[in-house]
């Protein structure tokens, strides 16, 4: 009966051993992500519509995160514009990037 | 002003009342209630103070006017048959800010305040809409209102409450010439049982540099 590691072709433990110590060797692809996460800070529901690709988001009230087109996001960032309360305090940002 | 005469005796043993007088009203910060109050930031058995989250957002009151601040209690006389009122046994029921408000936006803090629906808002359309529908009876709120009194040195007093509500109808006066002002405006607080018993609805307090030594 002939040797079930050779006929299969297995890997002597040696070849494994070198390539744990090897890492470098392996390589990873990342995929860069199209779509940054966007949370709004205001307790209300929130249409918006992307400047660039023309996309609704809808933000369901406070603390909640819409994953929004990278091209998308400076239009969004611009409804940060600090705007002053009538008392003198300052409302903070409508959106953050998480 | 010292008396010449009639002083109580044990003069060594009389607290007097400062000089510092408190003028107009207080910033009215609120929160659901649902957010964590500090606990005992002081390690002196009171909680208070608010930390907004996008969560539990604070909002802030815009130019509250005729702002006051009450308690409700009931009250009734022990009344002995052969000598009369012996005393009084007093409970309390609550605390209440009243105030009216004459900013109106966003809407997004006006539903809260007139116990209205969660707002939409389109930016698209540049529009806001406030559902005006039955009161959600289980919406609660902490409430916090500081004062300065002495803006140099930032000495001020605060008042917060655990649990409050917008309670009691509200009335919004159009008048011809004068700005929209909603009056009737009241948070009511009430007993918070999670906290102990000499702070269940809440706490006074009071920062002063040069007083406090």
């Not at chain 1, 949370?39 to 519509?49: A, G």
């Not at chain 1, 400047?51 to 406070?62: D, L």
């Not at chain 2, 655990?162 to 009335?171: E, M, P």
Request: proline share 5%; net charge negative; charged share 20%.
């Amino acid at each position: 009966m002939p040797d079930a590691r050779r006929s299969n072709k297995v890997k002597p433990l040696k070849d494994y051993e070198e390539m744990l110590w090897h890492p470098e060797e392996v390589t990873v692809k990342q995929e860069e992500k199209e779509t940054v996460s966007i949370m709004l800070h205001r307790s209300k529901i929130v249409k918006i519509r992307g400047e660039v690709t023309g996309k609704q988001y809808i933000f369901n009230g406070g603390g909640s995160i819409v994953e929004v087109d990278k091209k998308d996001v400076e239009g969004m960032m611009r409804n940060n514009r600090v705007r002053q309360s009538c008392c003198g305090s300052f409302s903070s940002p409508y959106f953050s990037i998480v | 002003m010292t008396l010449v005469t009639g002083t109580p005796l044990g003069g060594a043993n009389i607290v007097t009342q400062e000089d510092i007088y408190l003028e107009g009203a207080p910033t009215i910060y609120f929160q659901d209630a649902n957010a964590p109050v500090m606990v005992d930031p002081a390690l002196d058995g009171l909680n208070w103070q608010l930390t907004g989250t996008p969560t539990y957002l604070i909002y802030e009151v815009g130019c509250p006017t005729d702002v006051t601040f009450s308690e409700n209690i009931t009250m009734n006389d022990v009344l002995c048959d052969n000598v009369g009122v012996k005393g009084v046994v007093q409970q309390r029921n609550y605390f209440e800010f009243s105030f009216s408000i004459m900013s109106f936006f966003p809407l997004d803090v006006l539903t809260n305040l007139l116990n209205c629906g969660t707002v939409v808002e389109d930016l698209g359309d540049h529009t806001q809409k406030m559902p005006l529908g039955k009161i959600n009876n289980d919406q609660y709120w902490h409430l916090y209102a500081p004062k300065v009194y002495n803006e140099n040195v930032g000495d001020y007093v605060w008042i917060y409450m655990h649990k409050t509500q917008f309670v009691d109808a509200w009335t919004i006066a159009m008048t011809l010439g004068v700005p929209w002002k909603a009056t009737g405006l009241k948070m009511r607080a009430f007993v918070d049982t999670t906290k102990a018993a000499s702070q269940q609805f809440g706490m006074w307090g009071r920062s002063d540099l040069s007083v406090i030594v």
